[in-house]
Nanobody, 116 residues
Framework: QVQLVESGGGVVQPGGSLRLSCAGSGFTFSNYAMSWYRQAPRKERDWVASIMAGGGTTSVADSVKGRFTISRDNAKNTVYLQMNNLKPEDTAVYFC?????????WGQGTEVTVSS
């Protein structure tokens, strides 16, 4: 079955960096677009970034543009989210997501806390 497992979250000071990873299994990873979303406390889950199957096309939300970069390594079945210059408002649980044959799958999330 399709599984997505995120890792790399933690506590970081403002201005710091983290790299999140999401490992996919149970599907042909290289054939599917991957996305990152985040959900801050008491807020809705918001889209952060997406990368197409081949990895050549990416998009990021305006709120993180210039600070976050999405990439993928299809040989490792892994998608990454490099987060630089983190701000307190980036504090959230970060989820990866894919849609395989019309079904949406989510990982369990990894928590990021930006605090001094």
């Amino acid at each position: 079955q399709v599984q997505l497992v995120e890792s790399g979250g933690g506590v970081v000071q403002p201005g710091g960096s983290l790299r999140l990873s999401c490992a996919g299994s149970g599907f042909t990873f290289s054939n599917y677009a991957m996305s990152w979303y985040r959900q801050a406390p008491r807020k809705e889950r918001d889209w952060v970034a997406s990368i197409m199957a081949g990895g050549g096309t990416t998009s990021v939300a305006d709120s993180v543009k210039g600070r976050f970069t999405i990439s993928r390594d299809n040989a490792k079945n892994t998608v990454y989210l490099q987060m630089n210059n983190l701000k307190p408002e980036d504090t959230a649980v970060y989820f990866c997501r894919t849609v395989v044959r019309g079904i949406t799958y989510w990982g369990q999330g990894t928590e990021v806390t930006v605090s001094s």
